[in-house]
C-alpha cells in the first residue's frame, strides 16, 4: 500500500498564492505518475495537473499560465504552485498517485489517493 499525505491548502485572497505539497511513502513501491485533482462543492472531480515520472505535465486549460506542477522523484513528492488564484478555484484539492506495489511473487499497479486539502479562494 501506498500512503500520500498532503499539506499547503488555506484561504488566499483573489491574485495570491498557494504551494500544495504531496508525499508517497510506504514499502516497496515505484511512482509512475502523480496529479491533483479537485472537487469544487456541488461538482464533479476534475483533474488540474498531471506529471510523469520524465517530467512531462499536462494542465487543465483554466489553470495553465497560473499552476505549475512539479515533483521530487527522489522524495516521492509532487508539488503544485498556485499563483493568481481566482475564487473559482476554490476547492479541495486531492493528491492521486499512480504506483507499482512490489510483492513476493507479482506486482500491482493502482491508484491512490490523498485525504485532500481544502483550497478557499475569496474575491
Known amino acids: 500500500q501506498v500512503q500520500l499525505v498532503e499539506s499547503g491548502g488555506g484561504l488566499v485572497q483573489a491574485g495570491g498564492s498557494l504551494r500544495l505539497s504531496c508525499a508517497a511513502s510506504?514499502?516497496?513501491?515505484?511512482?509512475?505518475?502523480m496529479a491533483w485533482y479537485r472537487q469544487g462543492s456541488g461538482k464533479e472531480r476534475e483533474l488540474a495537473a498531471a506529471i510523469a515520472t520524465d517530467g512531462t505535465a499536462n494542465y487543465k486549460d483554466s489553470v495553465k499560465g497560473r499552476f505549475t506542477i512539479s515533483r521530487d522523484n527522489a522524495k516521492n513528492t509532487v508539488y503544485l504552485q498556485m499563483n493568481n488564484l481566482k475564487p473559482e478555484d476554490t476547492a479541495v484539492y486531492y493528491c492521486n498517485a499512480r504506483a507499482v506495489v512490489y510483492y513476493n511473487t507479482y506486482e500491482l499497479e493502482s491508484d491512490y489517493w490523498g485525504q485532500g486539502t481544502q483550497v478557499t479562494v475569496s474575491s
Open positions: 510506504g514499502p516497496n513501491f515505484s511512482i509512475v505518475s
